[in-house]
Antibody
Framework: EVQLVASGGGFLQPGRSLRLSCTGY????????MTWVRQAPGKGLEWLGF??????????EYAASVKGRFTISRDDSKSIAYLQMSSLKIEDTAVYYC???????WGQGTLVTVSS | EIVLTQSPATLSLSPGERATLSCRAS??????LAWYQQKPGQAPRLLIY???NRAPGIPARFSGSGSGTDFTLTISSLEPEDFAVYYC?????????FGQGTKLEIK
């Protein structure tokens, strides 16, 4: 059974950094690109970024709102995709989801709360 | 960045009725448009990809149509479990973008 498990969320102050993980189970992780999406409380979905497979260079794409602050990477040996977030702002408070590239499977989300 | 505008923001219907949700893109996305359903406290669920292809396991009452800038998600006969928020997403250009969502509520 395909499953994605997002982890690493928490409560932290503005300006701090945090790394989220998305672990894949039940499929060959390295064969799929991965996507990160977030949802602020009571708001809609915001696409954050994408990482291609190693076969396509493992390159990344980002939303303008997070480019330069957020970095997506992957470790296919561990079946994990990462979202490294730096200089966090209060407006980064959201549930962060990972999904398999085409959006067919999603993790359950992990909550990040940024507050002073 | 491509802006997706969904309408209406809220749609109030009864079970058994037909629902028609709209998504308009600020520029052509060809047929690279997907639809998602999201229920409270859950992750989004892929319903439709490439404008009209149902994802595996999605009931036949869900259908998608359109190309270019205008797209429609139709639910032919609403079941109680269909009341949720629906999002469109374009997969034509980077960055990928979502519409703001349509809330389908029970009348």
């Amino acid at each position: 059974e395909v499953q994605l498990v997002a982890s690493g969320g928490g409560f932290l102050q503005p300006g701090r950094s945090l790394r989220l993980s998305c672990t894949g189970y039940g499929f060959t992780f390295g064969d799929y690109p991965m996507t990160w999406v977030r949802q602020a409380p009571g708001k809609g979905l915001e696409w954050l970024g994408f990482i291609r497979t190693k076969a396509y260079g493992g390159t990344t794409e980002y939303a303008a709102s997070v480019k330069g602050r957020f970095t997506i990477s992957r470790d296919d040996s561990k079946s994990i995709a990462y979202l490294q977030m730096s200089s966090l702002k209060i407006e980064d408070t959201a549930v962060y989801y990972c999904s398999r590239g085409s959006g067919d499977y999603w993790g359950q989300g992990t909550l990040v709360t940024v507050s002073s | 960045e491509i802006v997706l505008t969904q309408s209406p923001a809220t749609l109030s219907l009864s079970p058994g009725e037909r629902a028609t949700l709209s998504c308009r893109a600020s520029q052509s996305v060809s047929r690279y448009l997907a639809w998602y359903q999201q229920k409270p406290g859950q992750a989004p669920r892929l319903l439709i990809y490439d404008a009209s292809n149902r994802a595996p396991g999605i009931p036949a009452r869900f259908s998608g149509s359109g190309s270019g800038t205008d797209f429609t998600l139709t639910i032919s006969s609403l079941e109680p479990e269909d009341f949720a928020v629906y999002y469109c997403q374009q997969r034509s250009n980077w960055p990928r973008t979502f519409g703001q969502g349509t809330k389908l509520e029970i009348k």
